[in-house]
T-cell receptor, first 115, second 112 residues
């Protein structure tokens, strides 16, 4: 069974704080993703990575950065948290042999509240 | 740019009713199409997927979806829903660049 774990289920931070969200997958997947999930807006892609040290911007990268130093770990960084970044953050990974793209496996999510 | 549109935001059905959730996408190239489901308090998980071949795909728990290329659609169906199908359903498209785009989601409530 693929397992995607996220460092925290719930997090409360203050405006202006630097926030780190960690994600680890145990299936040697090449691709990893960060989304935010907001009611009525579905999932919106923040960043994704198709290899170690590689990253691509998604649809809403502003205010976020990412780091992928090891294949199994993908970190999302909020450099200076703001209240409009209060959301549920989902990490996902997928297998990607060659040019094929397979389904994504999701973690349980981190509900971040910025006050 | 690719996009996904789900037609219904909230659907309420009685048990044993038939279900069809609409999904349309826009993308000019070859796509992979997915339906994911999120049961209350659980992770998002794959319901079914289409990569190529037979446009009618079957997934878990009796769900199926039909890819109609000419209509850019990938509608989800189930002939008889159960109370346990209450969940949020997301359609997603993945294009050649590997980026996935999700629809806004449809909340299904099944009344016992």
């Amino acid at each position: 069974d693929v397992k995607v774990t996220q460092s925290s289920r719930y997090l409360v931070k203050r405006t202006g704080e630097k926030v780190f969200l960690e994600c680890v997958q145990d299936m040697d997947h090449e691709n990893m993703f960060w989304y935010r999930q907001d009611p009525g807006l579905g999932l919106r892609l923040i960043y994704f990575s198709y290899d170690v040290k590689m990253k691509e911007k998604g649809d809403i990268p502003e205010g976020y950065s990412v780091s992928r130093e090891k294949k199994e770990r993908f970190s999302l960084i909020l450099e200076s948290a703001s209240t409009n970044q209060t959301s549920m953050y989902l990490c996902a990974s997928s297998f990607s042999p060659g040019q094929a793209y397979y389904e994504q496996y999701f973690g349980p999510g981190t509900r971040l509240t910025v006050t | 740019a690719q996009s996904v549109s789900q037609h219904n935001h909230h659907v309420i059905l009685s048990e044993a009713a038939s279900l069809e959730l609409g999904c349309n996408y826009s993308y000019g190239g070859t796509v992979n199409l997915f339906w994911y489901v999120q049961y209350p308090g659980q992770h998002l998980q794959l319901l079914l997927k289409y990569f190529s071949g037979d446009p009618l795909v079957k997934g878990i728990k009796g769900f199926e979806a039909e890819f109609i290329k000419s209509k850019f659609s990938f509608n989800l169906r189930k002939p008889s829903v159960q109370w346990s199908d209450t969940a949020e359903y997301f359609c997603a498209v993945r294009g050649n660049a590997g980026k996935s785009t999700f629809g806004d989601g449809t909340t299904l409530t099944v009344k016992p």
